[in-house]
């Protein structure tokens, strides 16, 4: 630096701190940067063991000088030569001002909390690494009467990562981004083109107008565009606006003659892949309705119901938005240009936003016509969206459970198969979930399904559709799960994507468990082999997880609705998730008790908070008269970190201060712990629903995929995830917002493979693509054998021939006319062995091996209950005991079981 160059003076500092927060794109980089090198510093540090970790703002300004001060940076060009700074940085030059500038902007990070200022100002800690020595300390506190020195420490270790998120780019002024007209263009000079020609339904049912409805379908989704969406959603970020033409040019253009094709659509999540594939399948189903075809055209399935549940809405919001346009949103299902149900066995519970006012639409079964009503406003009705099963909605939301039933009985014949035009759209949205067993049973039930397309409409083409935001063989994976020629991905290039914010992890490592001995009271006076008054307790791993869980929500930085330009909500919850169903309960009720009896307290900084007596442990006596410069009043500690030289606090070195609570009123109350489980969401260790009125929220892999609550910052995981995909859908569920940085905390317990993923934890923070594989053994004999079998009864029930109804149910009982069964059965054995060969392509003593067992199970379920005790053929005996439904039925077929036990 030359010695010539004056000082920065005040005047000079508040024209330069100006400019550089005007020019934002510039201040939101340098801000990144510094904060990425101040948590790459403390996380270099605090993996190598040291979680006292600080960064030096000397070493951490050299950095930025050198990146943000150099001849061609924005920061160079765009604030110091900028016409109101450009003399004084002639005067003061460049590095004196950048650097006074930097010291201002590490002192609004600290004041927003981003930064703690450790010891003497001149070093910096990022909030997530004071989380981390939190953590690393972290002991069983059990009451206050508890000298902590004696309690057990429960982590071994603690390592820390950070990681780039990146979203696809989006926006109108973004060069990368789309306009809403620049697809609907492509489509329109496609549709146009001489060597087009329609899709077969389409030809087949308005021939040569198909080109005009294509038009009109597009006229009717660029005034969607433009009005129907919300505000933000100004634009279609690249892949969203090639996958719109991609997969509706595929539905409505004649593809006869060309290789079988699956889609996959592929993004970060949250990332905009729901749209991707939801807007081309509302408009090719607008386009068969124009076309007069009034039957199913889309099947969007999910492998969770309350994903199901959540995508129905989305669903929903933009139909209603599309039948508005149509000047139809008061229509009748038979009425309205675009139709929606949902299938699985909850549906009846599920709720709707009201888009007439701010009300809740509720299902109203009506002599068994289901419909939505306004609770708010019961004038209110909506029609077009159903939950009777035998809809044939224009979309049907289902989970692939509910599928594989439609697909079998008399509900699925009316919603797909009453029709000369089958369902055109196939979705398996979340495909990553389909591993092992899920996967080889979705598989099969795709080959059935496609092959009852082929049965109604054999010139039909289907579009299908895989989604994933964690999957890496896309193209392999999607080919054969759909069991076509060949898959085509849909993603955004690595040119289409931004790098919006940063997202870290903290991975936890228990203790093993052991059993501690505490004492209590004078006891802690006195020799170990002395002690009177004991506490017994076991440090489990499941400890380690309450601890932490409690600790992560008082201790995270949180963010208030206003406090940053654009965020609208506050960010201030935890989403918790745990393999276990059983784990669920314990440690969400483990973790309210905790709550309730005000543990966290136990960590106040007292001296700080205007409230006293909540840490038993707080040193008073060793700071007192002292004062406090930030809130001038007595203190036991200073604005800064404490400091073994220059401000001591042994309880804050031994990490029981959390003393980044010292003046934050979000972690100053109780929190509310929820579980989430069965469907219900309840307070933990009650059974009181507990609606949205949550801090923290416990569940399984229920909300792994779909869950979108805007105010989830946090997410932990507890014990080694079952799969890395599954592992980042669970971390994504949190920070939604792209300016968002979510924090995810791993504890990990004591078996092998959570040591194994503890000491592989960049596995789950930067995973490599052979991470992300998801296997698939589509062929396994033994669940093929099982779908084979269940593929006969879709034949019943898809064959023009048969009476399904009467096969499956029978005339006037409850159970089927096994007579009919059996001659259905006679009467089509060849066509059922062409049948499991061109869904299955087996061989022809696997098809005759599962025609002898359907051969004898139809043989069995006519025999009689129980030889020589009671003949009742057992369908027949399987009825009476359905109908009969009470206590006499039990107490017959105990009786029944005795008499059959004597005779042996």
């Not at 049948?835 to 087996?842: C, I, T, V």
Request: aromatic letters at 10%.
């Amino acid at each position: 630096m030359s010695t010539d160059h004056k000082p920065v003076d005040l005047e000079t500092l508040n024209r330069a701190w100006t400019t550089f927060v005007e020019t934002e794109m510039v201040y939101e980089r340098v801000q990144e940067d510094l904060v990425s090198e101040v948590t790459d510093s403390c996380r270099r540090q605090i993996n190598a063991g040291n979680y006292d970790a600080a960064a030096s703002l000397k070493d951490i300004f050299d950095v930025l000088v050198d990146k943000h001060c150099n001849e061609e940076s924005a920061f160079t060009e765009s604030v110091l030569r900028s016409d109101g700074l450009l003399v004084d940085t002639l005067e003061c030059g460049r590095e004196r001002i950048a650097r006074a500038v930097f010291k201002r902007l590490v002192e609004q990070l600290v004041n927003d909390g981003e930064l703690l200022y450790v010891y003497n100002r001149q070093q910096v800690r990022s909030h997530v690494a004071e989380m981390a020595r939190y953590f690393a300390l972290m002991r069983q506190r059990l009451t206050d009467q508890t000298d902590y020195q004696f309690t057990p420490n429960l982590v071994k270790m603690v390592k820390l990562a950070s990681a780039d998120r990146e979203q696809p780019i989006m926006g109108k002024d973004r060069a990368k981004a789309r306009d809403f007209q620049t697809p609907i263009r492509k489509i329109n000079d496609q549709v146009s083109a001489e060597d087009t020609n329609p899709a077969w339904e389409l030809d087949d049912k308005v021939g040569g107008g198909w080109e005009d409805l294509v038009k009109e379908t597009m006229t009717t989704m660029s005034r969607f565009f433009e009005e129907g969406l919300p505000e933000e959603f100004d634009s279609l970020a690249a892949f969203q606006a090639r996958t719109f033409v991609a997969l509706y040019l595929n539905s409505v253009t004649d593809r006869s003659g060309l290789d079988s094709l699956s889609h996959v659509v592929t993004a970060s999540t949250g990332g905009g892949k729901t749209e991707a594939f939801m807007f081309p399948t509302l408009a090719y189903c607008l386009t068969a309705s124009k076309a007069g075809i009034s039957s199913n055209k889309a099947v969007l399935t999910y492998p969770r119901t309350d994903l199901c549940d959540n995508q129905f809405e989305r669903a929903f919001d933009y139909i209603t938005e599309l039948n508005r346009i149509e000047g139809s949103l008061d229509a009748t299902f038979e009425e309205a240009p675009l139709t929606l149900s949902i299938q699985h066995g909850s549906r009846g519970d599920v709720t709707l936003p009201c888009p007439h006012c701010d009300g809740t639409l509720e299902v109203v079964d009506e002599f068994k016509k289901p419909y939505f009503r306004c609770e708010r406003s019961p004038e209110h009705t909506i029609r077009y969206a159903s939950v009777d099963r035998s809809k044939p909605a224009d979309v049907i939301v289902t989970t692939q459970n509910s599928l594989h039933r439609r697909l079998m009985d008399q509900y699925g014949r009316d919603a797909f198969w009453d029709s000369p035009y089958p369902p055109k759209f196939l979705v398996l949205d979340e495909v990553h979930i389909y591993t092992d067993q899920a996967g080889m049973n979705v598989a099969n039930v795709v080959r059935r399904f496609k092959q009852g397309l082929k049965q109604r409409a054999r010139n039909q083409s289907p579009t299908l559709v895989a989604s994933s935001a964690t999957i890496n063989n896309a193209e392999d994976f999607t080919r054969r799960i759909f069991d076509t020629d060949r898959a085509e991905e849909i993603s955004p290039t690595e040119d289409e994507k931004d790098t919006t914010s940063r997202e870290h992890f903290v991975f936890v490592k228990a203790t093993d468990p052991r059993d501690v001995v505490v004492p209590i009271g004078d006891s802690v006076y006195r020799p170990r082999d002395e002690w009177e008054n004991v506490s017994k307790t076991t440090a489990s791993n499941l400890s380690c997880m309450i601890q932490i869980a409690f600790g992560f929500f008082h201790t995270m930085r949180k963010e208030r609705a206003g406090s940053r330009e654009g965020l609208n909500v506050n960010k201030d919850r935890v989403l918790g998730f745990v393999d276990s169903i059983d784990s669920v309960s314990r440690l969400g009720g483990y973790v309210q008790e905790a709550e309730e009896e005000g543990l966290f307290k136990y960590r106040f900084p007292d001296a700080i908070l205007g409230e006293r007596g909540n840490n038993p442990d707080c040193p008073r006596n060793l700071f007192r008269g002292a004062t406090d410069d930030e809130y001038d009043e007595d203190a036991v500690c200073e604005s800064v970190v404490p400091n073994e030289n220059i401000n001591p606090c042994p309880v804050y070195q031994d990490g029981e201060c959390w003393w980044t609570m010292r003046d934050r009123e979000l972690d100053l109350e109780d929190m509310t712990v929820a579980i989430h489980r069965s469907g219900n969401t309840k307070i933990a260790g009650s059974e009181r629903p507990v609606g949205d009125d949550w801090d923290q929220l416990i569940t399984t892999s229920a909300l792994e995929v779909g869950f979108d609550h805007a105010s989830i910052i946090g997410t932990f995981q507890y014990r080694a995830p079952r799969s890395v995909p599954g592992f980042l859908q669970r971390k994504g569920r949190g920070g939604r917002d792209a300016a968002d940085e979510p924090i995810t905390v791993v504890v990990l317990g004591s078996t092998p493979t959570d040591s194994y993923y503890f000491h592989h934890s960049n596995y789950l923070s930067e995973p490599r693509d052979d991470h992300l594989k998801i296997p698939l053994d589509e062929n396994n004999r033994f669940i093929r054998a099982e779908h084979m079998t269940a593929a006969i009864m879709d034949y019943f029930n898809i064959s023009e021939t048969i009476d399904a109804k009467r096969a499956f149910q029978g005339s006037y009982s409850n159970g089927p006319d096994v007579e009919y069964l059996r001659q259905c059965f006679d009467n089509n054995r060849i066509e059922l062995r062409g049948w499991l060969s061109n869904a299955f392509d087996g061989d022809d003593d696997e098809i005759e091996e599962v025609l002898s067992q359907f051969d004898t199970f139809l043989t069995s379920v006519n025999e009689s209950v129980a030889p020589g005790v009671d003949e009742t053929p057992y369908w027949e005996f399987f009825s009476e005991m359905v109908e009969q439904g009470d206590s006499s039925a039990l107490e017959y077929i105990d009786e029944l079981l005795q008499e059959l036990e004597n005779e042996r």
